[in-house]
């Protein structure tokens, strides 16, 4: 069993949306925060939105607040990114993680179980 697998990436033109999946798997998904982050080529990974265990906090990065909600149901394992009014500079492979708490966290670090990735590109 693979720990974290993402899908729903895929190509979308400005403006649209597209709803990424997380799917966990042979552990307590229900017992950690989770996180989406983001890396383009050339560039760090970057952070995107962090939701704790039982979905009672949630942060933003700047660049997505209002634009992509994050949300999770424990109940089938699984994480989820809405991303609404997509930007070019949204392009990149979006990651998600579970973080080694129960809160939310920011920092790449903090992560300590993450999965494959899944490609974003929004052409204009």
């Known amino acids: 069993q693979v720990p974290l697998v993402e899908s729903g990436g895929g190509l979308v033109q400005f403006g649209e949306s597209l709803r990424l999946a997380c799917a966990a798997s042979?552990?307590?998904?229900?017992?950690?925060?989770m996180g989406w982050f983001r890396q383009a080529p050339g560039k760090e990974r970057q952070f995107v939105a962090s939701i704790s265990a039982r979905s009672s906090f949630k942060q933003y990065a700047d660049v997505v607040k209002d634009r992509f909600t994050i949300s999770r149901d424990n109940a089938q394992n699984t994480g989820y990114l809405q991303m609404n009014s997509l930007k070019p500079e949204d392009t990149a492979a979006y990651y998600c993680?579970?973080?080694?708490?129960?809160?939310?966290?920011?920092?790449?670090?903090?992560?300590?179980?993450w999965g494959q990735g899944t490609q974003v590109t929004v052409f204009s």
């Open positions: 993680a579970a973080s080694t708490t129960a809160g939310v966290r920011a920092k790449v670090s903090d992560y300590g179980c």
């Open positions: 042979g552990w307590r998904f229900d017992l950690f925060g």
